[in-house]
């Protein structure tokens, strides 16, 4: 690949802005090349990525290809571009975000995560690092103007079906036990209980952040603390001050603290919180479309 520019370090791997040499013949554009010498990790998650192409709110995976390095093998994921970073940039710059698009952006999400639960996938690791944004796209334009595109990325800590059944049954995976980051984790997979419902509450803190600028533990001092409260108190963090009430709902949809209670992905599609942003994009598009 030319040029390669460091984009970020993944779960697996680190992650450059470059092209590819056949890009380069064919002249198509700039493409995320995730680098790793752990082939196996890699490869893993190019399998994963590519059981959802064509999903509009997934990262896309074009190819997989092994290079040498240092005298050493590697493998190297092609994949989309994110030219406008990643929505923990967006949080930090704006620093909150307004509801009206943290109502956009949440429906973005539940669509590219309920595509990843269809396929009986849990991603593990859902967080602003792990969303990235691209150009908007007519369609999912809003009122404010300021709407990116948002696409879930990083299916390194993911876990498959197959994998979960050995996870259930305490085989030899240790690694499959305990995984994501601290902030976005809930209490049930704190103990090891890796499922779907995960995801939802990783949602849950996300949206928080994303309306408050800050983490949704923010009050607690640090890691400790946090896991202490999600494994033995067992709370979910404070719903903000502010929402509104179809915000404050949702929220408690996704932060059930009982795995079984919380709201699926399909289910909080249809909630009040996310159809009214649908509603809203559309009466966009009809007020736009009367000006051209």
């Not at 067992?234 to 408690?252: A, H, M, Q, T, Y």
Request: glycine fraction near 8%; hydrophobic fraction near 35%.
């Amino acid at each position: 690949m030319g040029n390669p520019k460091i984009l970020g370090v993944g779960s697996t791997g680190t992650v450059f802005k470059g092209v590819p040499v056949a890009i380069q013949r064919g002249n198509t554009g700039v493409r995320a090349i995730k680098n790793s010498l752990f082939i196996s990790a890699l490869v893993r998650e190019e399998f994963i990525l590519k059981s959802f192409k064509g999903c509009p709110h997934i990262l896309q995976c074009y190819d997989g290809q092994y290079s040498e390095e240092n005298e050493k093998i590697t493998y190297n994921l092609i994949m989309e571009y994110a030219p406008h970073g990643t929505l923990r940039t967006l949080i930090n710059i704006n620093n909150p975000l307004p509801e009206i698009l943290v109502r956009t952006y949440t429906r973005m999400i539940l669509k590219g995560l309920s595509y990843i639960h269809h396929e009986n996938i849990v991603h593990c690791d859902l967080k602003p690092e792990n969303i990235l944004l691209f150009p908007p796209s007519y369609s999912s334009q809003s009122p404010s103007g300021e709407n990116f595109n948002l696409k879930i990325a990083d299916f390194g800590l993911a876990m498959t079906e197959e994998e979960k059944i050995v996870n259930d049954e305490g085989c030899c995976f240790p690694k499959f036990r305990f995984r994501g980051t601290p902030y976005y984790m809930s209490p049930e997979s704190v103990r090891g209980v890796i499922d779907t419902a995960l995801d939802v509450w990783s949602l849950g803190c996300l949206v928080i952040e994303m309306i408050i600028g800050m983490p949704a533990w923010w009050k607690l001092e640090g890691i400790e603390e946090l896991m202490f409260t999600l494994a033995m108190e067992r709370k979910p963090p404070e719903i903000p001050d502010g929402v509104s009430e179809e915000c404050g709902d949702f929220l408690r949809k996704c932060l059930v603290v009982d795995p079984k209670g919380r709201w699926t992905t399909d289910m909080l599609l249809n909630h009040p919180f996310i159809i009214s942003s649908n509603q809203e994009n559309r009466s966009f598009e009809e007020m736009f479309s009367k000006l051209l």
